[in-house]
């Protein structure tokens, strides 16, 4: 049966189907708004990033913009389907504009929107009060405020409507029309943050081959604090029986003096530029740029507690 041929009585015969709309409409609307939010901050931590916030607060991440990107995929045709049934069950009079499912849910939802709303200032001041940059601090502030105040708007004005039997989409057109445009941009631009996947593959394999080549420095490291000479070949390494080294990958090995050596990789993307470059605990830069590419090593006298020091060879 379509919605606009059920019978007004049906509110109090199926209450557990529009209890089930409610929350499925309401579970997808959390969805938009996060995707939305987590969005929006990762283009803020693009443009406007702060260096001495760590990587968690400054840098783009890529799994939280991809999240956002996947909750709107997802997210957005099943608020909006959801929305267009519940909107038609009430101007049928199938929901009665009165039902309390309708009413508690909905001043739940305003409720956690007013909670976001007074949580997000309070996070703003605290940030400014600690030193934070404003600007980058206000624009996610302000990101919050929007994206819960119009949910909060929206939601109030709809509970509060009356004469809801028989009224027209006009109004639910419009307003839904100008939201489904917002999200689209939003939608568009994530892809000024979010890598495609050819390149967030890349970036794994070379995290992986940097990894590989961590490994075989400390490994060198390792059997020089132990013999007092640098392997010939890795497979001196692999042959010692107190060496914990397993060769892995396409991780080059070479010995370039008595104490100098040199690891070579190949790497689909360069790290140079990064505002915060992995570093080992002697403060070396794992800097590459795309391409193969050899790290030069030296093991330095004196030994800092008994263990040879790393230090970087000029290029």
């Known amino acids: ?21 409610y929350l499925v409409w309401f579970l997808s609307l959390g969805f938009v ?3 939305v939010g987590s969005i929006l901050f990762q283009i803020i931590n693009k443009y406007f990033p702060d260096v001495l916030s760590g990587a968690y607060n400054s840098l783009v991440s890529q799994p939280v913009a991809v999240y956002g990107v996947a909750s709107l995929l997802v997210a957005v045709p099943v608020y909006f ?27 739940i939802v305003l409720f956690i929107a007013a909670g976001t709303i007074i949580g997000d200032l309070i996070a703003l001041l605290v940030n400014i009060l600690n030193g934070d940059i404003v600007l980058r601090f206000a624009l996610k502030a302000l990101t919050i405020l929007v994206i819960a105040g119009a949910v909060f708007g929206y939601y109030l004005w709809e ?31 994530a892809f000024l943050v ?14 992986q081959t940097l990894l590989w080549v961590e490994q075989t420095d ?25 060496s914990y080294f397993v060769a892995q990958g396409s991780v080059t090995y070479e010995k370039t003096a008595s104490t100098s050596y040199k690891l070579c990789a190949d790497f689909a993307r360069t790290t140079q530029g990064m505002i915060n470059p992995q570093m080992d605990p002697y403060g070396w830069t794992w800097e590459h740029p795309a391409g193969h590419y050899c790290f030069d090593r030296t093991l330095e006298q004196p030994a800092v507690n008994g263990k040879p020091m790393m230090v970087p060879v000029a290029r």
């Not at 049966?1 to 709309?21: C, D, S, T, W």
């Not at 267009?84 to 504009?97: D, M, P, V």
């Not at 109004?171 to 568009?188: D, N, R, S």
């Not at 979010?194 to 995290?207: F, H, I, L, Q, Y």
């Open 33 to 35: 708004a996060s995707g």
């Open 81 to 107: 389907i959801i929305g267009h049934f519940i909107q038609s069950y009430l101007r049928s009079g199938a929901i009665n504009e009165g039902s309390r499912v309708r009413k508690w849910l909905t001043y």
């Open 159 to 189: 509970i509060r409507r009356t004469s809801v039997l028989g009224a027209g989409k006009r109004e639910h057109c419009v307003i839904g029309g100008i939201a489904l445009g917002l999200l689209i941009i939003v939608f568009g631009a």
């Open 194 to 207: 979010v890598d495609s996947p050819m390149a967030a593959r890349e970036k794994k394999t070379d995290e």
């Open 218 to 242: 400390s490994a060198v490291q390792s059997f020089y604090s132990r013999h007092d000479a640098l392997p010939t070949t890795l497979a001196d390494i692999k042959n010692d029986p107190l």
């Open 1 to 21: 049966m379509a919605p606009h041929e059920r019978p007004a009585g049906e509110e109090q015969k199926n209450p557990a189907l529009h209890f089930f709309l």
